[in-house]
């Protein structure tokens, strides 16, 4: 049996695209199985799409510091946050290739048309548990070496996961 060549490129190009989509689902996992813990106190969002479906809109008060940081309409960059007690992120400052303290973590952030986005704007979760995310007051993320988020729980004013 003979393959021609655009079949046998075909077939390269489909193994190596589900090589690299497998290869960034490893690299996720490992961040949420290893990655440092950062929490960040939510915001207040538009009440009307708070609850929609299966899922909660997110936004950050640590965002609001951002903004103030840094006077750009797009951006992307890092800043220091000093974790406190609970792993709760404190904003420093935007990262200027100043050394970190011991308490301190890089974050990545952008910036797009006036708005700080970080990792994840909505949290998805199991329909009829819209009650139980309401009470949501932090987001718990894991965080690698880079600064890179990855939204990993909600958790409750007592900083239990729900």
């Known amino acids: 049996m003979t393959f021609s060549k655009s079949a046998i490129g075909v077939?390269?190009?489909?193994l190596a695209i589900l090589a690299l989509v497998n290869l960034?689902?490893?690299?996720?996992?490992?961040?949420?199985?290893?990655?440092?813990?950062?929490?960040?106190?939510?915001?207040?969002?538009?009440?009307?799409?708070?609850?929609?479906?299966?899922?909660?809109?997110?936004?950050?008060?640590?965002?609001?510091?951002?903004?103030?940081?840094?006077?750009?309409?797009?951006d992307d960059g890092l800043f220091v946050v000093t974790l406190a007690q609970h792993q709760l992120a404190q904003f420093d400052a935007l990262y200027q290739g100043q050394a970190l303290l011991p308490n301190q973590q890089l974050i990545q952030y952008r910036v797009r048309s006036g708005r700080v986005k970080l990792?994840?704007?909505?949290?998805?979760?199991?329909?009829?548990?819209?009650?139980?995310?309401?009470?949501?007051?932090?987001?718990?993320?894991?965080?690698?070496?880079?600064?890179?988020?990855?939204?990993?729980?909600m958790l409750d004013k007592d900083f239990k996961r729900i």
Do not use: H, W
């Open 24 to 74: 960034n689902i490893y690299q996720q996992e490992q961040q949420l199985a290893n990655g440092d813990i950062v929490v960040f106190e939510l915001a207040p969002v538009d009440p009307r799409s708070l609850m929609q479906g299966d899922y909660m809109a997110l936004n950050y008060q640590i965002s609001s510091n951002i903004s103030q940081a840094t006077d750009q309409e797009n």
């Open 11 to 14: 077939t390269l190009s489909a």
């Open 119 to 153: 990792a994840s704007n909505a949290f998805f979760f199991e329909e009829g548990r819209a009650d139980a995310f309401a009470k949501a007051k932090y987001g718990e993320f894991r965080v690698n070496p880079a600064g890179k988020l990855l939204l990993s729980n």
